[in-house]
């Protein structure tokens, strides 16, 4: 069964600072994996999904990538605004089954 | 705008109650979820749909029902309403996985139901 983790669990950080959200899996035979984003009391916004076959994904400040072999994704944010103050959710999908969602890293961004 | 959405918004039932989270999608996707969201439990899968008339049972489905009817549709009804379903509810879908045109999921905002 696929368990998803996310270290940290809540994160603080100056706006400015370049950094990086962990996402760990326990199934490495990932079909795809995807990042969303959730503003308080809002629903979940997705960012980017990476399928099996790709090592990383761009949209703008935002860099995901994926490593099958060791089990883990890393969303990293480039020059962090506070404007980026959101819980941040990955999300594993084995084919012929469903999303395992992780618990999610709380980031604020300090002005 | 198309996307998933999903009514009521906030919801405050007695106990014993009954009430159906109501959730459309305009973007002809097959597959629909339903799933809760608990203070730090991250999402729980209650009920997911591959088509219109076929609904499987998920992670955590007692005290509730579903149905598709149609493919834009898909309603999640609670039954005998218990304090332990206070929870934040969210309606999500997708098309096939592997398919041109998978994006993953979409969601919608959400509904926060609280039992007294």
């Known amino acids: 069964k696929q368990e998803v983790t996310q270290i940290p669990a809540a994160l603080s950080v100056p706006e400015g600072e370049n950094l990086v959200l962990n996402c760990s899996f326990t199934?490495?035979?990932?079909?795809?994996l995807q990042w969303f984003r959730q503003d308080p009391g809002k629903g979940l916004t997705s960012l980017l999904l990476?399928?099996?076959?790709?090592r990383e994904q761009t949209s703008g400040r935002l860099n995901a990538s994926l490593d099958k072999s060791s089990g883990r994704s890393t969303l990293y944010i480039a020059a962090s605004q506070p404007g980026d103050s959101a819980t941040y959710l990955c999300?594993?999908?084995?084919?012929?089954?469903?999303?395992?969602f992780g618990p999610g890293t709380r980031l604020s961004v300090l002005p | 705008n198309a996307g998933v959405t999903q009514t009521p918004k906030f919801r405050i039932l007695k106990i014993g109650q009954s009430m159906t989270l109501q959730c459309t999608q305009d973007?002809?996707?097959?597959?629909m979820y339903w799933y809760r969201q608990d203070p730090g439990m991250g999402l729980k899968l209650i009920y997911y749909?591959?088509?219109?008339?076929?609904?499987d049972k998920g992670e955590v489905p007692n005290g509730y029902n579903v149905s598709r009817s149609t493919t834009e549709d898909f309603p999640l009804r609670l039954e005998l309403a218990a304090p332990s379903q206070t929870s934040v509810y969210f309606c999500?879908?997708?098309?096939?996985?592997?398919?041109?045109?998978?994006?993953?999921?979409?969601f919608g905002s959400g509904t926060r139901l609280t039992v007294v």
């Open positions: 999300a594993a999908y084995n084919y012929g089954q469903n999303f395992v």
């Open positions: 999500a879908s997708s098309t096939t996985a592997g398919t041109e045109a998978y994006y993953g999921y979409t």
């Open positions: 973007m002809n996707h097959n597959y």
């Open positions: 199934d490495s035979a990932i079909y795809n």
């Open positions: 990476i399928q099996s076959s790709q």
């Open positions: 749909s591959v088509g219109a008339g076929i609904t």
